[in-house]
């Protein structure tokens, strides 16, 4: 693929308004609020996914004749969610600048082809937000679906992921996940969504800083006149003056540096990592040898694979470990059950290649 971009060289690239549309007067005072702050786009949904029906889903159409205000009034361009072909026609009568794909929308691949197909032969920008579950091929598929109807205008955003039970996080960002889009689709532009990552407004500043820290092109922000009365997603909206505030604190890294010193100690420590990645995998190569060794004695006993008693002692154990270390939960979770994973293969694997040579020589 050779996506185009959707925005012009300045950096970072700021996109910000509110959640939702929720009147004409709220969306205006919102836009106002924001022009000459220096955004690249003015986002508000229209269409909102809920979660569970009787929330706030959105005004509706209705709510693109405010946007059509918006552009002639402020000179902003405007952004909305797109869900299905009938939301991509009526956005395409009221002009809107560019158009997004919401989380859930992306994790369809059915939802995505109608939109793609809607979008053929159109010259309209569009971005992608990631799925809601962790699924790089999902996302990446996404833009191949926009990019085979003829969409070249494409960029990425990234929300996090869906995770079950508690975190800091309302949605958990897997940066690697980001990463490695980066790497499959070089080039892209990518913002971080830090108010669907954080759903909180005190993490805001910090998320914001790591995705710059990691040359994110910029960042989709959620704004309102007044967020405390907003209709959807009050708790993680900020005011324009926070917003403001925050941009202005967020310092931007230079990719590189040519300073030979600079190189040099990157070069040193870099070394070093190697090294100590290639001693991490041969430990993990050690530790599976154990795990089938195990496998082999709980066979004898004819005792199951999996020991959850054992497993949550162990993640406990690691857990406080982690946190000496200062290896967040987030982290010490997913290694530990990347880990596990692995272990439980083994075994399975180890048993049923001695059950199939067991049968071959003609065992019970
Ligand atoms: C939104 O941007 O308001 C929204 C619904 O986002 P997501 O699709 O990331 O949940
Ligand atoms: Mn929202």
């Known amino acids: 693929m050779s996506i185009e971009p959707v925005f012009s060289p300045q950096r970072p690239i700021l996109v910000a308004g509110p959640c939702a549309a929720e009147s004409e007067s709220q969306i205006m005072a919102a836009a106002r609020s924001l022009q000459g702050s220096g955004i690249a786009l003015f986002r508000a949904g229209l269409w909102k996914p809920r979660t569970r029906p009787g929330a706030f889903e959105g005004v509706g159409a209705i709510g693109l004749k405010w946007l059509q205000r918006v552009r002639q009034e402020t000179g902003l361009s405007v952004t909305t969610e797109v869900a299905t072909a009938q939301h991509v026609e009526a956005c395409l009568t009221y002009s809107v600048d560019v158009l997004w794909l919401g989380a859930r929308t992306t994790a369809n691949p059915f939802s995505v082809q109608e939109i793609a197909d809607a979008l053929r ?78 759903g909180r407004r005190d993490t805001l500043a910090e998320t914001a800083q790591k995705a710059y820290d990691l040359n994110y092109d910029g960042l989709m922000v959620e704004v309102h006149p007044s967020p405390d009365e907003a209709w959807s997603d009050a708790s993680q909206q900020i005011t324009p003056a926070e917003f403001q505030r925050l941009v202005s604190t967020l310092v931007r890294r230079a990719l590189t540096n040519d300073d030979p010193d600079f190189l040099a100690s990157l070069e040193n420590c870099r070394r070093a990592i190697d090294e100590i990645d290639e001693e991490i995998i041969a430990l993990i190569a050690r530790r599976m040898e154990l795990v089938r060794d195990i496998g082999l004695i709980k066979k004898e006993k004819n005792v199951a694979v999996l020991q959850p008693e054992r497993f949550r002692a162990l993640r406990e154990a690691l857990l406080l470990r982690g946190q000496k270390n200062e290896l967040s939960q987030e982290f010490i979770t997913l290694l530990l059950e990347a880990i596990h994973q692995e272990s439980i293969n083994q075994q399975e694997r180890l048993l049923n290649t001695q059950r199939v040579s067991s049968e071959r020589r003609g065992a019970p």
Request: glycine share 8%; proline share 6%; net charge positive.
């Open 121 to 198: 032969g159109v010259d309209i920008p569009v971005l992608v937000k990631n799925p809601v579950n962790p699924d790089l091929k999902l996302w990446i598929g996404a833009f191949e679906r926009l990019y085979s109807a003829g969409v070249r205008r494409l960029a990425a955003v990234h929300r996090g992921f869906s995770s079950y039970g508690d975190s800091m996080y309302r949605n958990a960002p897997r940066w690697q996940i980001a990463i490695d889009l980066m790497q499959a689709l070089p080039g892209i532009e990518i913002l971080c969504d830090i108010s669907h990552i954080c």
